[in-house]
């Protein structure tokens, strides 16, 4: 807490202020608010469509109302525990994982028969009488934000043994969202209002025999215990570049943990990168580095004009075994109420309390940039943003210039502190130096004029 406070004594802003001192505290591990999108969460709709002889027809469908968090592959995977004797005698659009035990059934038997069932998406080229709309992606769901109509993933599944009636209905317990790994938690599914289905000529509405909503929420801490990228920030009108903290993301440690890390000019890489079975494909093997992050953001401050000044952001890509599809970056700096012109990059502010506009959601042009490849000489994608100065609040001074938040795909980036930010060249110590010669000056005249009296 200490280097807080004195870390605080260069940035004297209201708004630097509040920002450090939240990042000199640490939320509880329940954690799960998000300031940049307050209303965010996936809302999982579960229709009953139908009464069938033993039981029902639903369609379950995840809508992710979440403006800049997706689920990227392998995709979601979602479980609940069934309140009575339910079974699963058949799906469309979807799979449980693990059939169960079935033996008691004579003749037919059930899709899945556990008591806590765990449901993926089916794949891209299904075939065509096993879909239904909004299935099929490999359980992807796109942000709400960056891609409105693939921010929804549903399934069909008929229910037996789950009773006819509303009144004999049990709703499912404990539901569960993974996607990929922990970090949403998920509270109790509620009975709503029933939600009404228009057809596609718009002349005729049908509703749900019933609807039960559940809502689940992200949080970081809960999705990985060590953080997943970092920021370093440079300028021109200073020498030094401010790296991401050391040890941000793990240290290497190749001695006690061997292979958790690769070095880019390791003779043995190609190997080690494709050698999967021997260790969870979905953890990050990484480059060798001081930060040891998965992904890093670079913030540099290019050029000033008269009027206006220019940013480039790179993002780099450290981890041999992910490609970042549709991935995202928001950004959180007081200028963006006045961004000029994006390069390469598409831009949307994100405005969560309305007045205040200085945050922006970025990501890739589509078939261009929106994929950012594993690490290598193609793992980054850069762009470079031009701001306009407003002169009541422009300054180069204070590391003003740098971003106060960075998210990649959702998750927090840590920050440099703000102590070993670039800083501008002091106007005062030339002041200084240039009272200093001229008092020289002057001694040296008079002792050269009283020398010769």
């Not at 480039?312 to 963006?336: A, C, D, E, G």
């Amino acid at each position: 807490m200490e280097l807080c406070f004195r870390s605080l004594l260069r940035f004297i802003t209201p708004t630097v202020l509040f920002f450090f001192l939240l990042s000199c505290f640490s939320f509880t591990s329940t954690e799960a608010y998000d300031a940049l999108d307050p209303n965010g969460n996936i809302t999982i709709k579960w229709d009953l469509i139908s009464w069938t002889p033993d039981g029902y027809v639903a369609v379950v469908t995840m809508f992710n109302f979440q403006q800049y968090r997706h689920i990227q592959a392998p995709g979601w995977s979602l479980g609940w525990t069934w309140a009575k004797k339910e079974v699963i005698w058949s799906m469309i659009g979807g799979q449980t994982t693990d059939q169960g035990d079935c033996s008691r059934f004579k003749g037919n038997i059930p899709h899945c028969c556990r008591k806590d069932p765990t449901v993926v998406d089916l794949l891209p080229g299904t075939p065509y009488n096993q879909q239904i709309a909004n299935c099929c992606k490999g359980g992807v769901i796109n942000s709400w934000v960056q891609d409105p109509s693939n921010a929804a993933s549903s399934f069909q599944i008929s229910v037996g043994g789950a009773g006819t009636t509303n009144k004999t209905v049990r709703v499912p317990k404990n539901f569960t969202l993974r996607a990929p790994g922990p970090g949403y938690t998920c509270g109790p599914a509620k009975v709503g209002k029933p939600t009404k289905f228009v057809t596609q000529d718009g002349r005729r509405v049908t509703q749900a025999m019933m609807t039960w909503n559940v809502t689940c929420t992200y949080s970081q801490f809960l999705a990985q215990k060590t953080p997943s990228c970092c920021v370093s920030l440079s300028s021109f009108y200073n020498d030094t570049i401010v790296p991401c903290p050391t040890c941000t993301c793990g240290c290497q440690n190749n001695i006690t943990q061997p292979g958790s890390c690769v070095n880019p000019d390791s003779p043995y890489l190609a190997s080690v990168v494709s050698d999967r079975a021997k260790t969870n494909s979905l953890a990050p093997l990484v480059q060798c580095t001081s930060h040891m992050c998965p992904i890093r953001v670079h913030w540099h401050v290019k050029l000033n004009y008269k009027d206006y000044w220019r940013v480039k952001v790179t993002i780099t890509n450290f981890n041999y075994r992910m490609n970042y599809t549709q991935w995202n970056l928001v950004v959180q700096h007081p200028n963006f109420d006045n961004l000029t012109q994006l390069f390469s990059f598409n831009y949307k502010p994100l405005t969560p309390y309305e007045h205040i506009n200085d945050t922006a959601m970025l990501w890739g042009v589509k078939f261009y940039n929106d994929l950012l490849s594993q690490a290598g000489p193609l793992g980054n994608v850069q762009s470079e943003l031009l701001f306009r100065k407003d002169k009541s609040t422009f300054t180069f001074e204070k590391g003003w210039a740098f971003p106060r938040r960075i998210y990649f795909n959702g998750d927090n980036c840590v920050m440099p502190p703000p102590d070993a930010y670039p800083f501008l060249p002091s106007s005062s110590l030339r002041q200084n130096i240039s009272l200093l010669m001229l008092l020289v000056t002057l001694f040296l005249s008079l002792a050269f004029h009283f020398s010769f009296v």
